[in-house]
C-alpha cells in the first residue's frame, strides 16, 4: 500500500507493441524523489540506456505527477514531462500546469512513461482499462489545440489530452508538449513525443486518491488560496509576467540583439504596462491555481493569445523588433507549431548576427525586421529553408556554420538563455551555467537574489554561490511537490512550510530539514544522469561572449563577468554541493541518491 | 584604476554642536548613515567608520566596517592614520571626509578620488574660500607617514602635505567636470555643519531632486518618471505612494537594488520601483 497522495507505480507503455508493464515505486523512493522532476530524474536513471539517442523508439518519455496532485491546493495541478532532451542530450524536465495533470494521476499512477515508436502516426490512451493506440493520421500536421479539441470530440468527455505540433512532428529540437494552452515547454520533449509519431497522449480519470489528513490539507488549501491573492503575486495577477519588460530595461537586464545590449529602446511599445491597456481581452488561470496569471491579448486579425514576458523578449528584444503586432504574431505562431519561444527567438537572434557578420548567406534576415522574424518561425517548423538549420537549435547550428559563431550562441549545453541579463544578474549567471537542464531560469532562478539588494548584482562572488544554491534546492522541491513558482513570494519559511504541505497529504513526518536533503539529492541526480551520459566540465560554462564582452548599466559602471570569476563562483558551487573540482559527486553524496 | 575605499571620521566631541553630530537626524536616516551612502556608491573597496573608543554610533550598513581612534582629541591626521591603516591592505586610495557634510554629492567623491586614481598622493579640494583636507582623497601607502607626524605632535593637515605629493583642485578645477557641475554647482558637497544653526539651516533646505519611476502592478496610473524631492529611497517610496520591503524593491540609477530605506539620495539620482519577483 503506497503512502496516501500517491499509488506506488508507474506504468510503462511501449507504444511499438502496444504492451504496458507496472514498475513499483516504494514508499521510500517515492519519499526521496517526491514526484514531478526529482521522480522524473529517478525514473530516467532507471528506464534510459546509458547514451540513448533521445529521439531513437528505446528512449523513453516520462509524464510525471506529484503527491499533491488532486488535492485543493492552489497551483498544484501541474506535471513534470521528463526525458533526454534532443536540445541539449542531458536530462531535462519540462512542467506544465492543466487539468492532464489530475487526470492522468488518476488513471493510478504516479508516472506514465512512453517508450518505443509507432508504426504509423497514433495517439495513446490511457485510462482504467490500461493502454491502447488509436490512429492519428488526420491529425497530422495540426496545431497542438486543434489536435487536443477534435481528439477530446472524438474521445468524449473525462478525456484529457497532451499534443504537439507540426514542430514536433518535423523534430524540431525545442519542440513543445502542449494542453490546455500550455506548453511543457523547453528541450524538446515534442520532438521526443513526434520521434515515437505519437501526435498526442491521452488520459482519462479512473479513479481517487487520498490525503492522509484531508481536514489539514484543507486548512493549508484555504491559507494557501488566500495568500495567492495577497501582494506576493499582484505582479502576476495584474499585468502578468510581461510586467518585467520594462523594469528589466530600466536595471540592463532585458538582453537585446542576441546579447550584444541589456537595454532596447523599443522596450516600452512592448510594454505590459501599455499594453495591456490597448489589448488585453481577459486574464486566465491554469487549473486549481487562483493566481491568474494569463493574461491574454488581442493581436491583429482578432486573435487571440496568452502573451509572457518570455515571448515578448525572445521574439522582440532578442531579434530587434519592436512591432507588437509582430511579436505577438510570431508568439502566436510558435504556439500553433509547438515551439518554445526562448529557444526559437534565441536561435533566430543568433542567425540575424551571423547574417550580420557574413556568415550565413540570408540577407533577408536582420535585427529589427517584423516580417524576417515571422518568415524565421515558419521556416523552422517546417524545417524548411533556413529553418533546418534553425530548428536544430542555436548550439548545432553554431558547429554546422563555423566562423567564431559559437561564441555569440547564446546557449549553455545547448538552451537558449532566458530573458534575462548573466553580466548584470551574476548570481544567475552561475545558476545558468551549472544547472543540468541548462540556461534555464525555472530551475536556477538565482535572479531573486540578483534582485534581493542583499548584494551587489554585478559583482559574483562567494554571497552569489550560497545564493544560487538556495535557489536550485528551492526550484528542485517545487518542481518535484509540484507548486508553481509564482506562488514562492507567500511562503516565509519554505522548506517547512513545504514540508507541512506533504506531511498532510502523506502521513509521512517530513520536516524542512529533510526537504533541504531532498532537494539536494534531486539536484545531484539530474547532474549523475548528465555525467552518465557524456557531461564534461566545459559543459558547465556560459557563452564567450558574456564572459569577454562589458556592459555599462545606466549609472555608468560597467558590468563585467571574466571567466575567472566565473570559474571561482563554479568552483565554490562545487565545493558547498560536495562534488570534487571537475564536478563530479563521489562517495557518501553517490550513496544518497538511491539510484543503484 | 585604483581600488578605492572610504573612511569617515566621526570621533569629533561635536562640543559646539552639543549632541554627537553623527547620529543628528536627517530626512528620517542620519548625517552618518548618509555620509556613509555617499562614499559606499564610488568607493568599490571597503568604508570604514573611524569612531572613538565605545562611542555609540546610529545604525550602519552590515558591510561597513569599523575602527577605534586609538589616540582621542588628537585630530583628523590622527583619524586619518587610523583610518587608512585599516584598509591599506585593501585599497590604494581612499575618499576621507567627516560625518557633518549633509550634501556631499557622489559626483564631487567621484572627482576628488580621481586626483589620486591618476597618481598624486592626496586629491584636495580647495572650495568655498578653503582646502578641503576632511573631503579630500588620500594614498593609503600615507597611513605610516600620518602616524609619525602625531607621535611627533604635528597634528595639521598641512604637515602632511608637506610630504607628499599634493594636486590641489580649485573650484574651476571641479566643476570643469561636467556631471559634477551639473549636479553640485556651488559645490555644496564641502559644507559643513557645526552648530546647531548650521544644522537647522541645513536640514531646511529642500531636498534633492530627484527622479522616480514606478514600474509594472506599482505602477497604477502613474507610468513614466516623475521629479519629487527626496533625500532617501524611503522618502522616494513614499512620494510614490509604496513601501519598500519585501514584495517592492527599489533599483538606485539603474544599478544597486536595494530595500534599504536609509539609502540615501543625491540631486540628480533616478530610483525605479520594482515587484520583488521577477519570475518570468
Redesign the interface.
Known sequence: MAAAGYFGRALIADVGDGSATELPLPDELLRAYLGGAGLGAWLMHRLAPPGVDPLAPEAPLAFVFSPLVGTPLTTSAKFAVVAKSPLTGFLNDALASSHFAISGKLTGNDAIVVRGACATPSVLLVDGDGVRLIDAADLSGRPAAEAEQRLRERLGRGWRVAAIGPAGEQGVRYATISHDGRHAGRGGLGAVLGAKRLKAVAVRAATKVASADPQAVLAAARDLRARSFG?????????G?L??L???N???TLPTRNFQAATFAGAPRLA???LSKLRSVTRNSCASCTIGCEHIYSARGGKQMRV???NV?ALGPMCGVSDPDAVLAASGRCDELGMDTISAGGTIAWAMECVDRGLIDAPWLRFGDAAALLRAVDEIGARQGLGELLAEGSRRAAEHVGGGSAAFAPQVKGMEL???EPRTMQALALGLAVNARGAD?NRS?A??A????NH???EGGEPHVAAAIESEDRAAVMDSLILC??L??VFSEPFGEWAALLAAVTGWDTDGAELRQTARRIVLAKRVFNIREGWLPADDWLPERLLTESLQ???G?VATLTPERLRGMIDGYYAARGLDGQGRPAGRVLADLQLS | MSTSAGIVLAGGRSSRMGTPKAALEWHGSTLLRRTVGIISRVAGGPVVVVRARGQILPALPADVDFVDDPREGMGPVQGLAAGLAAIAARAEIAFVCSTDMPFLHPAFVRRVLRAADEGADVGLPIARGYPQPLAAAYRTTLAPVAERLVKEGRLRPAFLFDECMVTRLDEAALRADPVLAALDPDLDSVVNINEPADYAAARSRPAPEVTI?R???L?DAH?GPQAIRAATVAGAAAAAGLALG??V?A??????????GETPLATGD?V?F???????
Open positions: 501582494p506576493a503575486t499582484a505582479k502576476y495577477r495584474e499585468l509576467t510586467a518585467n520594462l523594469a528589466f530600466a536595471i540592463s505590459a504596462e501599455d509572457e514576458y518570455e523578449f532566458p530573458g534575462y531560469h532562478g535572479y531573486e540578483d534582485l534581493s539588494g551587489d548584482r554585478l513558482k509564482f514562492r513570494g548599466v545606466a549609472s559602471r | 519611476q514600474f509594472g502592478a505602477a507610468r519585501r514584495h524593491i533599483a538606485l540609477n539603474g544599478d544597486q537594488i536595494t530595500r534599504d533616478s525605479s520594482l515587484s520583488a519577483d521577477a519570475g518570468g
